[in-house]
């Protein structure tokens, strides 16, 4: 069974500042994928970021970056430059890449609030 | 690219009353996904249909149906609804490759609420 951690509460960060997104997991496969999702108040889940847990680099989208650390089994969301918009909760995602388990797991999100 | 669609967007309904919610996917995607996201449960994988065939279920009663057609919209049935499948239910296409990233896209959900 797969099964994602996300344990801080609201978070706050200051417009313009850097903030990191906690998320462990749990798997017994090899071979996976790691997401994040930002869910603003409209309730649309939006794709950030993705992660192959046999990707060398770490994965960068823009402002995004993913601090993946697989023997930690860690897979935690960096977000530079906070602006106003990024205010919303962030869900960490993963699945397997081994046979047809296609559902993503998602943790249960955590709240980004970035203050002006 | 056009994104996910679903319809409708809110719906109202008593207990006991059935319901259908439908999604579109992106153009070229095969796979659909569908998640009930409740307050207390979080994000909770319902089941995935791809080329028109259900392909993984989760863990919800048989009240909870779908089906795919052939041009991969999908459709979601919940018959005598209870108050606690109010909640908000997304739609996520993908190419439903198991080689490369398939990621999935998500549409705006359909915000179900059972009085």
């Known amino acids: 069974a797969q099964k994602i951690t996300q344990t801080q509460p609201g978070m706050f960060v200051q417009e313009k500042e850097a903030v990191t997104l906690d998320c462990t997991y749990d798997?017994?496969?090899?071979?996976?994928?790691l997401f994040w999702y930002k869910q603003p108040s409209s309730g649309e889940m939006i794709f950030l970021i993705y992660q192959g847990s046999y990707d060398e680099q770490n994965a960068t989208e823009g402002r995004y970056s993913l601090n993946f650390q697989k023997a930690r089994k860690s897979a935690n969301l960096v977000i530079s430059a906070s602006q106003l918009g990024d205010s919303a909760m962030y869900f960490c995602a993963m699945r397997s890449r081994n046979g047809a388990n296609s559902k993503l797991t998602f943790g249960k999100g955590i709240t980004l609030s970035v203050r002006p | 690219k056009a994104g996910v669609t679903q319809t409708p967007r809110y719906l109202i309904k008593t207990r006991g009353q059935q319901v259908t919610l439908s999604c579109s996917p992106i153009s070229g995607h095969r796979s659909v996904s569908w998640y009930q996201q409740t307050p207390g449960q979080g994000l909770q994988f319902l089941f995935e249909?791809?080329?028109?065939?259900?392909?993984n279920k989760g863990n919800f009663p048989g009240r909870f149906s779908g089906r795919q057609f052939s041009n991969s919209r999908s459709e979601m049935n919940v018959s005598t609804l209870e108050l606690g499948d109010s909640a908000l239910y997304l739609c996520?296409?993908?190419?439903?490759?198991?080689?490369?990233?398939?990621?999935?896209?998500f549409g705006p959900g359909t915000r179900l609420t059972v009085l």
């Open positions: 249909y791809f080329s028109e065939t259900q392909r």
């Open positions: 996520a296409s993908s190419l439903g490759d198991h080689l490369g990233r398939y990621e999935q896209f």
């Open positions: 798997t017994s496969d090899q071979s996976y994928g």
